[in-house]
């Protein structure tokens, strides 16, 4: 009667925690942020103050050459979560009079169709499976067929399933038909290249707390100089207006309304940690070996992973709840959470999931605590 001690012993045992106490984040963000990030943010600033007004500028500058715009394009931080910026996005390069040709093969694009419904805009869907990435031919076809499309929307990795979709031959597409591209990066800007000057893409939306490893509060669109010069009085909206934004922060350097002062302090060591590591390759580089590590790991334990390797991305892998089993998500969930373990439901639409991410604060260590976490769950049945 040795098992039962030994079972007690491993409940009982410490949960695994970040250097600051917490549980290990392996979500699509929020995520773990280092501890540097987190003390960054025991200062305050006022809005006018001029350091803030140059930590800003800093990271304006930064976040353009980080997504390769750094000659043809501006950063315009907004106040808010990811999808703030994304909806300042469509709201301020979407003509009233314009209609998007939205790519979709998950909830990321279809929150961008969504957008569109809200503010009054004219969208085309094309939308595929979510295990598919989205095909460049089938792009041409529709700009070639449908003159009325003025820009087209892309999501460059889908993290409700983890898909790549192939962002350099469809803004060659785009460019070749003459309709702009709005990507939404915001799962990817900070690990993975993006060549916002070269691919062309006249706007990229990103936010404070993926990849670039910030904590949440704010997002940001790195847009054509050019193109937002033009965009005076096209947004719906006050806050979300990115022209008037802008011309805010070239004005004097302010941001018009009260800026998340703690969140860009955050975000501006982030970024010099970003570089400290090797900048977006390296991180990358990371990023590519937990997810290696995570996938190897869970499916010697039998888990299948949602898609084929060829479209995967080192963002968050998403798995089939194991079939026949009695499957608990919850029960899962609670368990990993028990031991310092914080993992994700499923997003796919039509398949019973669970995600884990691979980005944050956290390396080769933290997954194979999180493979012995799940290991020994599956053990006690
Ligand atoms: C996280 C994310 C967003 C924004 O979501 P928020 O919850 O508003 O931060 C948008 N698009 C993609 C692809 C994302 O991963």
Redesign the pocket.
């Known amino acids: 009667m040795r098992s039962k001690p030994e079972k007690k012993r491993g409940r009982a045992a410490r949960p695994a925690r970040t250097p600051t106490g917490d549980p290990w984040l392996f979500t699509?963000?929020p995520l773990t942020t280092s501890p540097g990030v987190k003390h960054a943010m025991l200062h305050d600033h006022g809005s006018r103050d001029q350091g803030f007004i140059e930590l800003t500028r800093r990271i304006r500058d930064r976040l353009v050459s980080l997504a390769r715009g750094g000659r043809t394009h501006v950063c315009v931080p907004i106040q808010g979560?990811?999808?703030f910026a994304?909806e300042a996005m469509v709201g301020t390069l979407l003509p009233q009079k314009g209609r998007l040709l939205n790519l979709v093969n998950g909830a990321?694009g279809r929150r961008i169709t969504r957008i569109c419904e809200v503010l009054g805009r004219s969208a085309a869907v094309l939308e595929i499976s979510e295990d598919q990435p989205i095909d460049p031919g089938a792009v041409d076809h529709a700009l070639a067929a449908n003159p009325d499309i003025t820009h087209v929307a892309l999501?460059h990795?889908?993290?409700t399933s983890g898909i790549m979709n192939p962002v350099a031959e469809i803004a060659a597409v785009a460019a070749r038909r003459r309709r702009p591209l709005l990507l939404?990066a915001?799962?990817t800007l900070g690990a993975m290249p993006i060549d916002a000057g070269g691919w062309p893409v006249d706007a990229v939306a990103a936010?404070s707390n993926?990849c670039l490893e910030g904590v949440p509060g704010a997002s940001f669109c790195i847009v054509r100089r050019s193109v937002l010069a033009a965009c005076a009085g096209n947004a719906h909206s006050l806050s979300l207006d990115l022209h008037a934004q802008w011309q805010g922060f070239e004005g004097n350097g302010q941001w018009r309304f009260t800026p998340p002062v703690h969140c860009l302090l955050a975000l501006d060591r982030a970024v010099a940690e970003l570089d400290r590591e090797g900048g977006v390759r390296a991180r990358g580089r990371r990023y590519r070996e937990n997810c290696r590590i995570l996938v190897n790991g869970m499916r010697k334990m039998g888990f299948q992973t949602y898609l084929r390797d060829a479209v995967q991305g080192p963002i968050i892998v998403t798995f089939h709840a194991p079939a026949g089993t009695g499957f608990d998500f919850g029960r899962f969930y609670d368990g990993l959470r028990r031991r310092g373990y914080v993992i994700y439901p499923g997003k796919v639409t039509k398949t019973d999931t669970f995600r884990i991410g691979c980005i944050g604060r956290i390396g080769p260590a933290q997954m194979r605590g999180l493979l012995a976490a799940v290991r020994a769950l599956i053990q006690q049945g």
């Open positions: 699509p963000g979560s990811g999808t994304v990321y999501v990795c889908e993290t939404d915001m799962s936010s993926k």
